[in-house]
T-cell receptor, first 112, second 112 residues
Framework: KQEVTQIPAALSVPEGENLVLNCSFTDSAIYNLQWFRQDPGKGLTSLLLIQSSQREQTSGRLNASLDKSSGRSTLYIAASQPGDSATYLC???????????FGSGTQLTVLP | NAGVTQTPKFQVLKTGQSMTLQCAQD?????MYWYRQDPGMGLRLIYYSASEGTTDKGEVPNGYNVSRLNKREFSLRLESAAPSQTSVYFCASTRTSVETQYFGPGTRLLVL
């Protein structure tokens, strides 16, 4: 059964800092990996989707990488801003399953 | 486009009461999903519908039933609510099972 882990559970950084959020998964047979953002009391917003054949995806200040062999993905946020404060969730679409498996998320606070 | 909409936004039930959570999407997506989100546990799939007319169990289906009313609508029913079903419920949809999922704003359910 696929398991997805995100460490740390919470992270606080000063504005302007570059930061990395980590995601690890136990089964490397995946279709894709997605990063979502969740603001308090809101639904999830898709940030980046990396197909299993890709190594990374970029959108603005965000860059997500995927290393299937080691079962890891990172989300790099450049020049962080207070508006980036949210919970970031990683989710994996396994090859054998129709569903996404989510991590518990990293709660990011960017201090002004 | 409204995207994915959910009703109600918030509901309080007594143990044993029943209710139906409604979800609709206007993106002509084929697949729809119901998740629950509990503190520290990420999102867990309750049921999904890969296409109109089909439904399948997810990770935590006990105590729930679903109906894919048409391509747009996917409802979740609690026949006899229990305190363990206190959670935030999210509906999501996607064009295909390997593309990104779009989430609704959630329904917060409290069972007393």
């Amino acid at each position: 059964k696929q398991e997805v882990t995100q460490i740390p559970a919470a992270l606080s950084v000063p504005e302007g800092e570059n930061l990395v959020l980590n995601c690890s998964f136990t089964d490397s047979a995946i279709y894709n990996l997605q990063w979502f953002r969740q603001d308090p009391g809101k639904g999830l917003t898709s940030l980046l989707l990396i197909q299993s054949s890709q190594r990374e995806q970029t959108s603005g200040r965000l860059n997500a990488s995927l290393d299937k062999s080691s079962g890891r993905s990172t989300l790099y946020i450049a020049a962080s801003q207070p508006g980036d404060s949210a919970t970031y969730l990683c989710a994996v679409k396994s090859g054998s399953a129709r569903q996404l498996t989510f991590g518990s998320g990293t709660q990011l606070t960017v201090l002004p | 486009n409204a995207g994915v909409t959910q009703t109600p936004k918030f509901q309080v039930l007594k143990t044993g009461q029943s209710m139906t959570l409604q979800c609709a999407q206007d993106m002509n997506h084929n697949s729809m999903y119901w998740y629950r989100q509990d503190p520290g546990m990420g999102l867990r799939l309750i049921y999904y519908s890969a296409s109109e007319g089909t439904t399948d169990k997810g990770e935590v289906p006990n105590g729930y039933n679903v109906s894919r009313l048409n391509k747009r609508e996917f409802s979740l029913r609690l026949e006899s609510a229990a305190p363990s079903q206190t959670s935030v419920y999210f509906c999501a949809s996607t064009r295909t099972s390997v593309e990104t999922q779009y989430f609704g704003p959630g329904t917060r359910l409290l069972v007393l």
